[in-house]
């Protein structure tokens, strides 16, 4: 049986756990580590944000991915692990040569690690689509080549509350902050050759959610009832505005909000509202 391996920087809700095995990063707290959405909850780790603090972070449990990778062994069961991307986390190359040394001395299955190129929403609307396929019995090969072709036409939209919290983690400069939070610059970013990076900036909340939406349209218009998914860092609020705005402007769209967990949210901050979507139909959908 092919199962789907992603690791805790992908957005999930309950529902999807049910279908996935998670691999969980560490966030690190006043210097103690936590297996993330394990051994801590992420509201403690957004309140700890709320208080100024910059929690930090690091790769994927090397314990936890033996673990998987045993029981894959021991049910005789193929895997695709879809990892964060390699531009933004050591963890697609520690898992890949995990992988490599553990297949070299249990030989019978097959276990493929898979870069992203993001993470989020985004892993979580291609693991979506992976889920979908493995349900309806396509191999791994053809479950490899969707993803591939999904990778390429995926569209990533989302705004920060506060772009202080960027400067605080290096991301932007200082006096691009300042500036920002004085003219109420919400920062609007994107993901490009597997790199968060800052697209513009635009004044105001409310525009920022709405540019969301408009952008979200113009990217799916060639397949307008698509799943997006919209990821919020402890935010509903702001999700259901956006889903809103979206539904507005796609009727015909099926949208999950999902919420962000500990890992990204202690490099985005409290606030990220985000949404995803797929430029054009997956091979797969096309029969």
């Known amino acids: 049986m092919l199962k789907l391996i992603v690791d805790s920087t992908c957005d999930m809700d309950e529902e999807m756990r049910k279908d996935i095995l998670v691999l969980p990063l560490s966030i ?3 210097d103690i580590p936590y297996l993330d959405g394990i051994e801590i909850e992420t509201k403690r780790v957004y309140d700890y944000m709320r208080e100024g603090k910059i929690p930090k972070t690091s790769q994927i449990s090397y314990i936890r991915l033996m673990e998987i990778l045993n029981e894959l062994s021991a049910n005789k069961d193929d895997a695709i692990y ?6 933004m986390s050591g963890s697609h190359d520690l898992a890949r040569n995990t992988v490599r040394e553990f297949l070299e001395n249990n030989p019978g299955i097959r276990v493929e690690v898979v870069d992203s190129e993001g993470g989020s929403g985004g892993s ?8 979908e396929m493995i349900k309806n019995g396509l191999g791994i090969d053809e479950v490899l080549r969707n993803i591939e072709d999904m990778k390429k036409c995926i569209k990533y ?32 970013l994107t993901v490009r050759e597997g790199r968060i990076v800052v697209d513009r900036l635009v004044r105001g909340r409310k525009k920022a959610l ?11 218009k060639a397949y307008p009832d698509q799943l997006i998914t919209i990821s919020h860092g402890d935010d509903p609020e702001s999700a259901l505005i956006l889903e809103k705005h979206i539904r507005e402007v ?7 909000i999902l919420s962000i967990g500990s890992v990204l949210g202690a490099h985005i901050g409290v606030g990220g509202v985000a949404a995803f979507c797929l430029t054009r139909r997956p091979p797969y959908e096309e029969g």
């Open 250 to 256: 796609l009727p015909q769209a099926k949208t999950r």
């Open 210 to 220: 709405r540019k969301i939406a408009d952008d979200i349209a113009v990217d799916a």
């Open 124 to 131: 979580s609307l291609l693991t979506l689509h992976i889920i």
């Open 157 to 188: 939209h989302f705004t920060l509350q506060d772009i202080a919290w960027l400067a605080k983690g290096g991301r932007v400069n200082s006096t691009l902050s300042t500036v920002g939070d004085m003219l109420d610059m919400k920062p609007y």
């Open 28 to 30: 690190i707290l006043d």
């Open 82 to 87: 879809l990892t964060f991307s390699t531009k």
